[in-house]
């Protein structure tokens, strides 16, 4: 699996970007980079997940659910610190990977998360929820 970011400054939205097959190994890793990369002034920027290029055929229910346990766990630190109240979008055109990604939503929004999440099959669609228009 790779990983890539790039920032839209403008809107204030970090988009990243995986591809490849996705593992528990690599979710977890990954997403260490990703909170180093968007340190700083940019925590305060809402995040697009493009899954468009993810291979989801390894992803089980077990692994959605520590998935979304550590990212609740290290997000909310990390939003509390700051007082920060951010969205995350994740975008993924294939069913397989939007239901995981629904099934992450779900699993999130019952948590005591404090920001908001959502799923897209339309990367414009995610653009305007995170930008808020």
Known sequence: MSISIKFLEEDKI??????????DETLGADYHKVLAAVAGEREKFNTLWDLSDADFNEVTREMTLNFSKLVTELSNSTQKAHNLK???ALYTTDKLGFGLSRMYEIIHNMS???YEVSVFSE?????KWLSGV
Request: hydrophobic share 45%; no cysteine.
């Open 112 to 114: 005591d998360s404090t």
């Open 86 to 88: 951010t969205k995350s």
């Open 14 to 23: 970090a988009v990243i970007l995986l591809s490849g097959i996705l593992t």
């Open 123 to 127: 990367y414009d669609e995610a653009i």
